[in-house]
């Protein structure tokens, strides 16, 4: 029984680093579609993510079986918990890119972005893609060392949020109302998908060591 009980926690485990993985893979091309405004990237991250969402549920379901059928406790009963709220954070992530590629495709032919913020937003989708696979790296390896390091990428993605207002209320900018709501979610969504990312390491953490606090230098997600 233990057995196959750790064997469907290790399958529950590999559904979400499928998902982070998924999760990364969506916003790399939906940067792209806001980039270049590209319609048919845009429909693509729109049409691939009811697989997220699918994954989801699926991955939600397993850990309730598990916890109704196998009644963990201590550690095991981390792992499962922790799960649940890893379903929640990766299934965010998804639907974060989900509403990048939708603005790319609401301006469509027209791009999304000022020429003068694309270099901000191109860096913002590398540090995305780069934070979906690291905590896809974490869940797999269940390594807290390298969940906690985590922390450095999404300081990059908290400095490049807080740029871009500087840019948008300077006197210099000419782009209009439209434009400055548009950069500011989309900053926005960036950034959230950066804490969803870091949230995913802290739960890993808090799965191994039991710790789950401000202590493990990562911040609590907003």
């Known amino acids: 029984m233990r057995t196959a009980y750790h064997e469907q926690l290790e399958g529950l ?7 982070c993985g998924l999760a990364g893979v969506a916003m790399e ?11 048919v990237l845009a429909e693509q991250v729109i049409s691939d993510h009811e697989h997220i969402s699918a ?5 939600e379901e397993q ?4 916890l109704a059928l196998q009644s963990p ?3 095991d009963l981390r792992s499962v918990v922790g799960s649940i709220q890893i379903v929640a954070d990766v299934d965010r992530m998804g639907a974060l890119a989900l509403h990048v590629a939708k603005i790319a495709r609401r301006r469509h032919p027209q791009h999304a972005l000022p020429e003068e913020v694309n270099g901000y937003f191109a860096e913002m989708g590398r540090l995305a893609v780069e934070l979906g696979n690291t905590a896809q790296e974490v869940l797999l390896t269940q390594d807290p060392e390298r ?4 922390q450095e990428e999404d300081d990059a993605m908290d400095d490049l949020h807080r740029h871009l ?9 000419k782009h209009g109302v439209t434009a400055a709501v548009d950069v500011t979610l989309l900053s926005r969504f960036y950034e ?5 990312a870091v949230e995913v390491a802290r739960r890993v953490i808090f799965q191994v060591t039991g710790r789950y606090s401000d202590d493990d230098g990562l911040p609590t997600i907003r």
């Open 29 to 39: 091309r939906a940067t792209q579609a806001l980039l270049q405004a590209d319609l």
């Open 55 to 59: 994954l989801s549920a699926q991955a």
């Open 165 to 173: 207002f500087s840019v948008m209320m300077d006197r210099e900018w």
């Open 73 to 75: 406790v201590a550690g």
């Open 192 to 196: 959230r998908f950066a804490d969803h």
């Open 13 to 19: 485990t590999n559904r979400l680093g499928e998902m």
């Open 147 to 150: 969940a906690a390091r985590i």
């Open 63 to 66: 850990a309730f079986v598990l």
